[in-house]
């Protein structure tokens, strides 16, 4: 998503807890002639997130896109899902998602300019699947924050969406992904493969900019047709 975003003209900025991580991203979108950086930030504290916000408007100007894509999952079966585990999902995929649109949706509504908001749902916060118990009921509650800002910030020309993966091969899932499950997972998929991370770019792209200026509250799934299968 980066960098498709890159590739049609954005300044993106990368945050994360890692640099090391972020430098071949950085790379690739540098090669491909993009302008990127990165800047670290640890998104479960609002302060942080506030002093990111600063940082980049010191740097860029402006901010018109933001994408809320941190996330964590486990395969922990529900009955020994223990507290720790519980609030830790939640801090990093709700918590930290809510101060982002706190923050930034501040920004966004004092700053009187039209902005995009991405929220990355995930299929299993629309149809039930097992082994995700946890990760399934944080994306939901980021589908329900992307309807309900969207109702409320649509008057002020902020549009609130969420990009819904289906399944796509990444380092938090690998650990869930046993044979037995891929073979499930691709019996219910009608494209018969998983998606490769450059197809998430277009959908991106597309709700970031103005060719979805009147998309506001929408579920935008790119999932090979998994959602659409019944028998």
Not at 52 to 70: C, F, K, P, Q, T
Not at 125 to 141: H, I
Request: a neutral charge; charged letters at 20%.
């Amino acid at each position: 998503m980066a960098e498709s975003l890159a590739a049609q003209g954005a300044q993106v900025v990368l945050v994360g807890r890692d640099a090391q991580k972020a430098a071949a991203r950085l790379e690739r979108i540098a090669q491909a002639g993009g302008t990127a950086w990165f800047e670290a930030c640890d998104l479960a504290k609002k302060p942080a997130v506030q002093d990111l916000l600063e940082r980049v408007l010191a740097r860029s100007g402006r901010v018109d896109i933001l994408i809320n894509g941190a996330g964590v999952n486990s395969a922990t079966p529900f009955l020994e899902i223990g507290e720790e585990e519980f609030d830790r999902i939640f801090q990093v995929n709700v918590k930290a998602v809510f101060f982002a649109l706190q923050v930034f949706g501040k920004h966004f509504v004092e700053s009187g300019h039209p902005a995009s908001i991405i929220n990355i749902g995930s299929e299993s916060a629309l149809v039930p699947l097992s082994k995700v118990f946890t990760y399934s009921a944080t994306k939901a509650a980021v589908h329900n924050f992307s309807k309900n800002l969207a109702r409320e910030w649509a008057p002020l020309g902020i549009r609130v969406n969420t990009l819904v993966p289906g399944f796509f091969p990444a380092e938090q899932n690998r650990k869930i992904l046993q044979p037995e499950r891929i073979e499930k997972i691709l019996g219910k998929t009608p494209m018969g493969r998983f998606g490769e991370a450059w197809e998430l770019g277009g959908a991106a792209v597309f709700l970031a900019s103005d060719a979805s200026s009147f998309v506001t509250g929408a579920e935008l799934v790119v999932d090979g047709g998994f959602n659409a299968m019944t028998l």
